[in-house]
């Protein structure tokens, strides 16, 4: 007879199997806690993404526009995304 586990760490198995199976057609099911909050980290990163091209605008815009901090803040901009 093959070992089992013991009756609570059942029960928390099948409650992590229920949280993550995939249930009427969505990969994952969430609760709304989750969802909530990643549209918040969604507009944070919009937010980011946002204030870093403006950044690079304003860099390339000035006289002495130095390239090195466009690439930097090219490089910040492709890992944000």
Same mark, same amino acid.
């Given at each position: 007879m093959p070992p089992t586990l013991p009756r609570q760490s059942q029960i928390e198995n099948q409650a992590l199997l229920d949280k993550w199976?995939? *249930?009427?057609?969505?990969? @994952? *099911? *969430?609760?709304?806690?989750?969802?909530? !909050?990643?549209?918040?980290?969604?507009?944070?990163? @919009?937010?980011?993404?946002?204030?870093?091209?403006? !950044?690079? +605008?304003? +860099?390339?815009?000035e006289d002495d526009g130095d390239e090195n901090q466009c690439r930097l803040v090219d490089e910040v901009l492709f890992n944000a995304v």
């Amino acid at each position: 007879m093959p070992p089992t586990l013991p009756r609570q760490s059942q029960i928390e198995n099948q409650a992590l199997l229920d949280k993550w199976a995939p *249930t009427r057609g969505e990969y @994952f *099911t *969430t609760r709304d806690s989750d969802r909530a !909050l990643c549209a918040r980290l969604e507009n944070k990163r @919009f937010v980011l993404h946002r204030r870093l091209s403006e !950044l690079r +605008i304003a +860099i390339r815009s000035e006289d002495d526009g130095d390239e090195n901090q466009c690439r930097l803040v090219d490089e910040v901009l492709f890992n944000a995304v």
